[in-house]
């Protein structure tokens, strides 16, 4: 069964930076769809960075030119964050699709959320 653990979140000043990362772990686990999201207090949860088909990453306005999705070799995914602002406080989920060796083949699971706060 693949398993997703997040890790990275913290508190952070107005104008730092933080790098979340998120580890999938199984058997013959591969990676297709990353997504990041996140949800702040009180609003709905909202993409910020994923790359999809076209294997481009994709970043929401509010985050574009300041935040990076990527991943390496082993199965870790990760959101740098640089530049942060107060309104990019809340909590921070991955999502990820992929393949693996046993049956079902695919997968899609949300890690378990990490929370970053940004002071202002």
């Known amino acids: 069964q693949v398993q997703l653990v997040e890790s990275g979140g913290g508190l952070v000043q107005a104008g730092g930076s933080l790098r979340l990362s998120c580890e999938a772990s199984?058997?013959?686990?591969?990676?297709?769809?990353m997504e990041w999201y996140r949800q702040a207090p009180g609003k709905q949860r909202e993409l910020v960075a994923a790359v999809i088909a076209d294997g481009r990453p994709h970043y929401a306005g509010p985050v574009k030119g300041r935040f990076t999705i990527s991943r390496d070799n082993f199965g870790t995914v990760y959101l740098e964050m640089n530049s942060l602002k107060p309104e990019d406080t809340g909590t921070y989920y991955c999502h990820l699709e992929g393949r693996q060796k046993k049956r079902p083949r695919n997968w899609a699971i949300w890690g378990q959320g990490t929370q970053v706060t940004v002071s202002s």
């Open positions: 199984g058997d013959g686990v591969s990676i297709g769809v």
